[in-house]
DNA sequence: ATGAAATGCTGGACGATCTGGACAGAAAGC
DNA sequence: GCTTTCTGTCCAGATCGTCCAGCATTTCAT
């Protein structure tokens, strides 16, 4: 399915996606026109899902994360998930096996604006909040192989 | 701190960080210099933490992802730490308020690499896992304002 | 107020980069 | 063994990024 030029352009493209196509040719060792083409394959394959950025939150006015734990109230399942979507202050969301139907990130501004948005799906479902306290690991990718 | 240019220049490169300086140009009104100058400092200052790629996990060969709450056994938690940083399958790891001290997220190749890597620390450590069924929420930033 | 300095922008020139097309070679299928 | 397909290269025209000089606005000390 991959091969090894493309996980090493992957590898190449994590730490920097604004990285030019010259630099990534030399880097693996092909020309531009043929990493180009790579790049469009790996994109239109769903391999590559998004050229993005990562943004430190608090510089957006966003000190504070939790993690919350969302257990529907019976019948609440389909509610519940929809004002979860929509809510935007929820910057990540899945849905687990287990007790707890839904594990989400939430961005807040303050302890306060945490507990106005909990309360908004509190009739609905029960909650288990946790507030992040550091980030050992930030988002990564998992292991490319010998990338 | 940021403002309204700097937003939306953010908000276009969460969509597309590929995107040229002559597009975020025209897209905010400014000339091209002016715009690589914003990047520059941006990314100076810290809010840009990085420009990245989202790859899809199950190209690289992993179907399943886990949720994993973990509670180091008393004068263990830095062992734990460590161990959760050093296997790079945790794609994710915050340090939490409660009785969960981490939070972590797994990426694994089956159930039974799910089940060899957790042994790994069931010695040090009590832990949940939930798998991950279905994700309503893909990692977004928060809210930018008026963008 | 006023002048100096700093900031942030523009436009143009130049060099670097990207794109698309013509073509070549290896692998796969008939 | 020949054709088709896939992946790559090379080249030229088009596009893009960076550097620099110059200008407007803001800030601040006088």
């Known amino acids: 399915m991959l091969d090894d030029l493309d996980r090493k352009l992957l590898d190449i493209l994590v730490k920097d996606s604004r990285a030019s196509l010259k630099e990534l040719a030399q880097q693996v060792g092909l020309s531009s026109p043929s990493v180009s083409e790579r790049l ?8 590559i899902r ?20 969302i257990r529907p109230l019976p019948g609440k399942l389909h509610i519940v998930q929809q004002l979860i979507e ?26 306060s604006e945490l507990d106005k948005l909990l309360d908004r799906i509190a009739d609905k479902a029960e909650t288990s909040t946790a507030i992040i306290k550091a980030q050992p690991i930030r988002r990564r990718p998992p292991p490319m192989g010998n990338a």
Chains 1, 2 share one sequence.
């Open 40 to 47: 469009r394959r790996l994109e239109e394959r769903g391999v």
């Open 50 to 69: 998004a050229f993005t950025v990562e943004i430190d939150p608090e510089a957006l006015g966003y000190p504070l994360q939790a993690i919350v734990r």
């Open 86 to 111: 929509e809510i935007p202050e929820f910057g990540e969301c899945d849905k687990v096996t287990g007790d707890d139907c839904f594990v989400a990130r939430l961005y807040v501004r303050s302890m």
